[in-house]
């Protein structure tokens, strides 16, 4: 925890931060060189977004709408949090408008969950052939067990495919992506 507020403004060129002591750190907009907007709820903040920017060659930023009001309090500061990432993402978008920003999961958390969900359709596989079931006295049961499992197929692929981590413009952020107004 910090002995006071830390403050964050948009400047034209760069995000400055301002710690309790009053010393001023700026991160150009020009070395952001990722974004990532997503929701993480806990139990003490269900309504928790985070805004994470990762500059060139240092620590990566993160910024979230809640604020430690003490005695393991939080205060949800949403209104104020919403405007200030749309008018940060406006400059990014500015200043590099080839940037795109992620939604949701990294790239490596999304290949371990993807591993996971094979995993979990293998043993779903696995069981529909291996336990047994009333229907396994008809003639037919194994060609019908294998169809089923040949038909998960697509709709496995086609929820990989719809759940990949895809950047998005700046300018043309999901309301999805941040607390609702």
């Given at each position: 925890m ?6 964050w403004?948009?400047?034209e060129?760069a ?5 309790s002591?009053?010393?001023e750190?700026?991160y150009?907009w ?6 990532r907007?997503y929701h ?13 920017l990762?500059p060139?060659?240092?620590r ?13 309090a939080?205060e ?6 919403t405007?200030f990432?749309?008018?940060a993402?406006?400059r ?13 999961e ?7 969950l993807?591993?996971?969900?094979l995993?979990?359709f293998?043993?779903l596989?696995?069981?529909?052939i291996?336990i ?13 067990k294998?169809?089923v ?10 929820w990989v495919?719809?759940?990949l981590?895809r950047?998005?413009p700046?300018?043309?952020i999901?309301p999805?992506?941040l607390?609702?107004?």
């Amino acid at each position: 925890m910090s002995r006071g507020e830390r403050e964050w403004r948009i400047d034209e060129d760069a995000l400055v931060s301002r710690g309790s002591s009053g010393h001023e750190r700026r991160y150009r907009w020009a070395d952001i060189v990722s974004v990532r907007l997503y929701h993480e709820p806990s139990r003490e903040r269900p309504w928790r977004y985070v805004f994470e920017l990762q500059p060139k060659h240092q620590r990566k930023i993160v910024l979230d709408n809640a604020h430690y009001a003490g005695d393991r309090a939080y205060e949800e500061r949403s209104v104020s949090y919403t405007p200030f990432v749309r008018a940060a993402l406006a400059r990014l978008a500015v200043a590099k408008p080839e940037m795109r920003v992620l939604i949701g999961e990294t790239p490596k958390r999304y290949f371990f969950l993807l591993l996971a969900a094979l995993v979990a359709f293998c043993a779903l596989a696995f069981a529909l052939i291996a336990i047994p079931t009333p229907f396994d006295a008809w003639p037919y049961a194994m060609p019908v067990k294998l169809l089923v499992i040949l038909l998960m197929l697509p709709v496995l692929g086609r929820w990989v495919l719809g759940s990949l981590p895809r950047g998005v413009p700046a300018d043309a952020i999901p309301p999805r992506a941040l607390p609702p107004a």
